[in-house]
């Protein structure tokens, strides 16, 4: 709700529903299982199953699925109005010129560095009786993500890392549909939250669903909650065992099914249907587990095919460049000068031979040449 007059959201707030109180977690969600339903739940459990198949048996997918994580970070931003894409972040940090203002850029990095440092911070809940284990996935690290997130861009007097102190609102210019909790309610509501996040729930793909959409009924900062929320999904996967690594995004079918995401969360708060919801939300599961694993997959056999041209390359750096390219589809030679600890004649040397065998592509330029890798790039897009 920014570029508006405080006229005219003065007028919009005194005309504004009450400020929603969701209901108290658990609920009893044995009730919600209809046959359908349950035949859904199973579908979804298979699918992101084959993912976490995947993800365990490839060695380092985090390496290998680096500019995925990337991707996510700009769709998850493009759904509050950010325009980058994946290239001119990639560009951006190759040190090249684009057409996006800064701010946007750094709203996109924040992004991923919260990700990074939720990971960074957190273990799964069945290894926290290991001395060696970091936190459980909690308030405290939720509001340590938000701060990240809203470091140094637009939102960051919004009080980083510290839930809304004024009433926050959802809506347009001519409406206000929904009013989020209160904010004399939300530390009440976020601990509720908290303390579900670890309830052993009859199903943990509904249990996603409905911590989701309780985040986003709450709306527990003034800024910045649609991205800690979808954060929130791969998070809590990861937290639960799920997926061994918190790769797995929902914000491309989101972003494809605005309308329909938009809808079935306000059919909670009007209707207390969860059951759309829930539907909607295991679709997704099903859908984005197949693409992230078609995608994932597509990625391995092009890493196993390049892989396959560095027997004619005969150099010991021939395999951490090709994992260089793979976190960074896009870069310069000084950037890989940077990272590999050899001679700029052998990093040119190879780079060259990498061209020649429809590797990379090179910009014509004479010095720090830009390096991208179409064929990557054209999977991550797909």
């Known amino acids: ?40 739940s199973s579908e979804a459990n298979m699918a992101l199953g084959e993912y976490k198949g995947f993800l365990v048996n490839t060695p380092n997918p985090v390496l290998l699925l680096s500019p995925i994580t990337t991707q996510e970070a700009v769709l998850s931003s493009k759904l509050e109005g950010t325009h980058a894409t994946l290239e001119d972040i990639l560009n951006h940090e190759a040190g090249n010129q684009t057409d996006i ?20 911070t957190i273990s799964p809940y069945n290894q926290l009786s290991n001395p060696n284990s970091k936190e459980p996935l909690t308030i405290k690290i939720i509001k340590e993500m938000h701060a990240i997130l809203l470091d ?21 210019y001519d409406f206000i549909s929904y009013t989020p909790v209160s904010p004399q309610l939300t530390d009440s509501y976020m601990s509720n939250l908290e303390t579900y996040l670890h309830y052993d729930e009859i199903n943990p793909l509904i249990q996603a669903a409905i911590i989701h959409a309780q985040f986003e009924m709450i709306h527990p900062f003034e800024d910045g909650n649609g991205r800690i929320g979808r954060l929130l999904i791969p998070l809590f996967f990861y937290y639960r065992g799920i997926i061994p690594s918190p790769i797995f995004y929902m914000s491309s079918y989101f972003e494809r099914n605005r309308d329909e995401y938009i809808h079935n969360l306000a059919n909670i708060s009007k209707n207390n249907n969860w059951v759309s919801w829930i539907y909607f939300f295991l679709n997704g599961i099903i859908t984005e587990s197949h693409n ?80 991208v890798c179409p064929k990557l790039l054209s999977i991550i897009d797909s």
């Open 292 to 371: 992230n694993t078609k995608k994932a997959l597509n990625i391995l056999s092009l890493y196993e095919q390049f892989k396959s041209l560095g027997d004619s390359i005969k150099s010991y750096y021939f395999i951490p460049i090709l994992d260089f390219i793979f976190q960074h589809p896009i870069f310069t030679s000084k950037q890989l000068i940077e990272e590999i600890n050899a001679s700029k004649q052998t990093v040119f040397t190879l780079l060259n031979k990498m061209v020649d065998q429809d590797i990379l592509i090179s910009s014509d330029k004479a010095k720090n040449r830009t390096f």
């Open 101 to 120: 203002q800064d701010d946007e850029l750094k709203e996109i990095l924040n992004y991923r560095s919260a990700l990074k440092h939720a990971l960074d």
């Open 1 to 40: 709700m920014s570029n508006i007059t405080d006229e005219r959201l003065a007028e919009l707030r005194r005309s504004a529903p009450p400020p929603h109180e969701p209901q108290r977690l658990p609920f009893d969600t044995f009730n919600l299982l209809t046959p359908e339903l349950i035949k859904l």
């Open 152 to 172: 140094n861009v637009r939102g960051s007097t919004k009080h980083p890392g510290d839930f809304k102190k004024l009433q926050n609102y959802i809506g347009g």
